[in-house]
């Protein structure tokens, strides 16, 4: 018999997945150049040299065999503990190549993490705006996913609204920041306001309250930004990284798990992660693709394009009227629609070719998401079609 779960998918499938194959398609008819298609985070700048040349030593001189040959089940040590020694230059911490679980991107080190610390029936929290895919990544682990209401006005931690779901089944708080969709970064004060509470309840339930921290945008962050190292600021922290976006390597899928050495059960936690790769088919990233991003591991691709979209659309919609919490990394901005439907007015956009994400399925209704990984003329030249767009609403 089919499996029904799946079945039921099928009527909810992504929708920026499906706008992104609605461009794809629409570029064929068109051009590409005449659609200004805002819906994927699909990095738009080209990977490092320091990766590349890699790529190209490693396959001219090394050992095929080792190169194409399976990983040990935690992943190589050698880059496990580069790994390590990077996140202790870079943030002052104290990792060892056992606290390190290489993954095949940052989904996959979530889905890990999350098997670690809950049994089915568990709750997990998580603050909205956040990526749609944390429903299934959770729903299948057995675990309950449940949303905080979002603080619109500055898209920080709703604190009233967390304390107030928080009980005794909680047992990790999944955290995204630099935010997608929304492009905020929470800032120190946010985080130790959210370590102090969490520091609390688990002395009051009597159990540990892991922060499962989504840290695909790290690099991204904007001139002037707080942008703190969360695992800096609470113990039992769970970082999930992926190369992704500060490599612009998302077709490679790889990255990490990094457990803070100061967690709870941080000695049985890597482990069990090898245990869980058994359950879910994960079997470790590819050989070559791990060894080869140690070359880059303090460098990151040229990001600064993002932040200059970032400054064109944000100085040029506000202007039009449209309300905007500035982003502060990443390459995503949420205005407010103008009007309370989001789809309605995202498929108004879509006449004029312009592809914009509803944000329904980032748990705030009545706004959209703009990735604006795109290249700057094309964005220069969607601010006119913005500009219709919002003379449909005078």
Do not use: W
């Not at 695909?216 to 922290?237: C, K, L, M, Q, W």
């Not at 059960?265 to 079997?283: C, E, K, P, T, Y």
């Not at 990001?303 to 040029?316: C, G, M, P």
Request: a negative charge; one cysteine or more; glycine letters at 6%.
């Amino acid at each position: 018999m089919l499996n029904q779960n799946f079945i039921d998918m099928l009527g909810q499938k992504s929708v920026i997945r499906e706008l992104f194959t609605y461009g794809s398609e629409r570029a064929k008819e068109i051009g590409y150049e005449n659609v200004f298609d805002y819906s994927l985070g699909n990095p738009s700048v080209p990977t490092p040299e320091s990766f590349t040349q890699e790529m190209l030593r490693l396959l001219q001189s090394e050992d095929p065999v080792t190169l194409h040959g399976y990983s040990p089940s935690l992943g190589i040590d050698s880059v496990r503990d580069a790994v390590a020694r990077s996140l202790n230059d870079r943030f002052e911490m104290n990792y060892q190549k056992e606290d390190i679980f290489m993954v095949s991107g940052a989904a996959g080190a979530i889905a890990h993490a999350v098997r670690a610390v809950t049994v089915p029936g568990d709750e997990i929290l998580t603050f909205a705006p956040f990526f749609p895919e944390y429903m299934p990544y959770i729903s299948a682990s057995g675990a309950v996913l449940n949303v905080v209401p979002a603080d619109i006005s500055t898209f920080q931690i709703n604190f009233d609204a967390f304390i107030e779901m928080l009980n005794d089944k909680v047992m990790a708080v999944l955290i995204n920041s630099p935010n997608n969709p929304s492009g905020i970064v929470y800032s120190t004060e946010t985080i130790d306001k959210l370590a102090m509470i969490l520091s609390e309840k688990e002395e009051e339930f009597g159990h540990p309250i892991y922060i499962i921290s989504d840290e695909p945008y790290r690099e991204i962050v904007f001139e002037g930004i707080d942008s703190p190292f969360i695992a800096a600021h609470y113990h039992n922290t769970i970082t999930c990284y992926s190369f992704s976006k500060s490599l612009s390597l998302p077709g490679e899928r790889i990255g990490y798990i990094a457990v803070n050495p100061a967690c709870e059960n941080a000695s049985l936690l890597v482990d069990m992660f090898g245990q869980i790769s058994r359950g879910i088919g994960h079997n470790c990233p590819p050989s070559i693709i791990q060894m080869a991003v140690v070359k880059s591991l303090y460098d990151t691709s040229d990001l600064s394009v993002y932040e200059t979209n970032k400054n064109i659309l944000y100085t040029e919609l506000t202007k039009m009227g449209f309300e905007i919490v500035e982003p502060g990394g990443t390459f995503y901005m949420f205005p407010k629609a103008l009007e309370e439907d989001a789809k309605a007015f995202s498929d108004k956009a879509k006449t004029l070719d312009l592809l914009l994400v509803p944000s329904d399925t980032f748990g705030v209704p009545g706004h959209f998401r703009i990735s604006y990984c795109i290249p700057t003329e094309k964005v220069e030249r969607s601010i006119p079609v913005f500009q219709k767009l919002a003379n449909m609403y005078l």
